[in-house]
């Protein structure tokens, strides 16, 4: 598929742009590993080389875990094209930066509307969605928001690893990039 090692970063930085903006890349939701050994399917908001964007509610239990240990892995799979690219970094959340800012205002308000229930992982009576009940249909209005701003938060993750994948007929190819120090390699599969 690939004979040269740019060639390769260029198609990985390339599939994680198209799989930030396109909300059908299979890659637009790729699983997001802590170091609690858990992991959790999120959406791919933004990316900018080598850093990645994802929003969550800052009162998720994963914020706690990050922010105790920075270290994440990033998984994503493009079963179309037998591509996989796994990624590793150092994450941060922020709440009121510059980035969160423009990240809430970004959003509308059925976005927005899923930081005024209940935190995640609240233990519930029945099935719930967490929402207070006059949200779960309709559309809360700006200013039913206000309180939805103090649990939002962004995900930033700092790339320092990637590992590429491609599963072939003719030889599956693998490479890896240290993102960090500039260097790359091939490696068997
Ligand atoms: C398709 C899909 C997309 C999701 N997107 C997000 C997301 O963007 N942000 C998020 O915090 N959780 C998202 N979730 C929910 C997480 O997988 C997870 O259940 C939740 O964040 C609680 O995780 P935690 O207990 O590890 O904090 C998504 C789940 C699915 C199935």
């Known amino acids: 598929m690939f004979d040269s090692l740019d060639k390769v970063r260029a198609d990985a930085q ?4 198209r799989a930030a903006r396109d909300r059908r890349s299979p890659m637009h939701t790729p699983v997001i590993a802590t170091g609690d050994a858990d992991a959790r399917v999120m959406v791919l908001r933004a990316f900018d080389p080598w850093t990645l964007r994802f929003h969550t509610d800052a009162r998720a239990p994963k914020v706690g875990v990050i922010e105790a240990d920075p270290r994440v892995g990033v998984l994503f799979y493009d ?5 996989q690219i796994r990624v590793q970094g150092q994450a941060r959340i922020e709440r009121d930066s510059a980035v969160a800012q423009a990240a809430w205002e970004a959003g ?3 976005a927005r509307r899923c930081y005024l229930g209940d935190g995640p992982g609240t233990v519930a009576q029945t099935a719930s969605s967490g929402l207070p009940p006059q949200f779960e249909g309709p559309e809360p209005s700006d200013e039913e928001l206000i309180p939805a701003r103090e649990h939002f938060a962004v995900l930033l993750v700092e790339l320092t690893r990637l590992d590429w994948f491609h599963l072939a007929h003719d030889g599956h190819c693998r490479a890896q990039f240290d993102l960090a120090q500039g260097t790359a390699r091939w490696v068997t599969p």
């Open 79 to 83: 079963k179309a094209e037998k591509v």
């Open 14 to 17: 390339a599939r994680l742009e």
């Open 108 to 110: 509308n308000n059925f």
